[in-house]
């Protein structure tokens, strides 16, 4: 079935503005051929548009965008070569570029592009990021803390920037300095609740219970059917001997998980400990190990309770 018809006028428009040296213009016609469906005719207007204004790097990036929406790799990466070699100081060229090879999964390309855009824009905080996150994917975790601090450095009040540096030192098992700076992402976004989340988890991880109690509880302040934080609620109590609290933060987690398995197993763990309720702990743990049939803890206790 033919496509919708390409209107005289926008091809007017387009062969108008190369002539006028346009590229404004040439940029509007291409992106409303394409808004009509017509990918490949587009991609030809941008190409004659490249060879006619190869001073400005925004038609390369604009190619790459659709080589990238199209997941047309080869075409991508002679784009991308050439385009480098005459604007190796364009942010949107390298940040576009970063994208294609993240994609890929292509992660040590990836964050040298997302850096090179990071360091030539000091505006760049998207790419600092994407730099980091590209990094951790390959566990370069000094690297990434290296990148984060030359992004605090620059912004110095981008609470995204202590959050990351929080992460990496989970990703290291380090949760008593994770904590340090999820506290620094708070007193910069004080209402941000998935750091409030952030924060509640490390300071479990480090024992903490009180304090994990507390943050979990500011959390749940801000949302109350929030899995994550009913299970550190749950957990920090159960620690704390506070076993009717621990309860109704298992069950609760239960009731706010989209997929309440996990925290079924949790809540399982828990009345496997409780004298008298071996009945009810098997029923709620077989659930669980049904869903997770490698989560070694859950088999171990099912295990237990059915031998007796």
């Known amino acids: 079935m033919a496509g919708p018809k390409i209107p005289p006028e926008l091809t007017a428009d387009f062969e108008q503005a190369l002539a006028d040296k346009d590229l404004d213009g040439v940029l509007r016609a ?26 400005d790097a925004r038609i390369a990036v604009r190619l790459l965008e659709m080589y990238l929406r199209y997941r047309s790799w080869d075409d991508f990466d002679a784009v991308a070569e050439r385009a480098l070699a005459a604007h190796p100081k364009s942010v949107d060229l390298h940040y576009t570029i970063g994208c294609g090879h993240e994609t890929r999964s ?12 990071a360091d030539l824009g000091r505006d760049e905080v998207e790419a600092r990021l994407r730099q980091v996150r ?26 995204s920037f202590y959050a990351q540096l929080g992460y990496t030192h989970i990703q290291k098992d380090n949760p008593a300095e994770a904590a340090k700076w999820f506290e620094k992402a708070l007193a910069r976004e004080p209402d941000w609740q998935p750091y409030m ?70 809540y399982g763990l828990f009345l ?25 803890e859950v088999q171990e206790a099912l295990e237990r309770l059915l031998a007796q």
Not at 32 to 45: D, I, M, N, V
Not at 199 to 214: K, N, P, Q, S
Not at 221 to 245: D, F, P, S
Request: proline share 4%; aromatic share 8%.
């Open 197 to 266: 989340d952030d924060l509640a988890g490390a300071l479990m991880l480090c024992e903490r219970w009180e304090d994990a109690a507390r943050a979990s509880i500011r959390s749940l302040e801000q949302r109350k059917k929030n899995e994550r934080a009913w299970t550190v609620y749950a957990i920090a109590h159960n620690k704390l001997g506070h076993e009717e609290h621990a309860e109704q933060g298992y069950k609760n987690a239960i009731r706010s998980a989209k997929d309440p398995s996990r925290a079924q197993g949790n």
């Open 134 to 159: 590209s990094l951790r994917m390959l566990n370069a975790i000094p690297a990434a803390q290296k990148a984060l601090k030359r992004g605090i450095k620059q912004h110095p009040d981008e609470a």
């Open 30 to 55: 291409a992106d409303a051929l394409q808004q009509l469906g017509y990918s490949r005719r587009g991609e030809a207007w941008l190409r004659k548009g490249w060879e006619a204004f190869p001073e």
């Open 106 to 117: 292509r992660f040590e390309l990836a964050a040298d592009s997302f850096g090179r855009a």
């Open 272 to 296: 496997a400990k409780q004298p008298g309720r071996m009945i009810e702990a098997i029923r709620v743990l077989k659930r669980a190990y049904k869903a997770h049939p490698d989560w070694a």
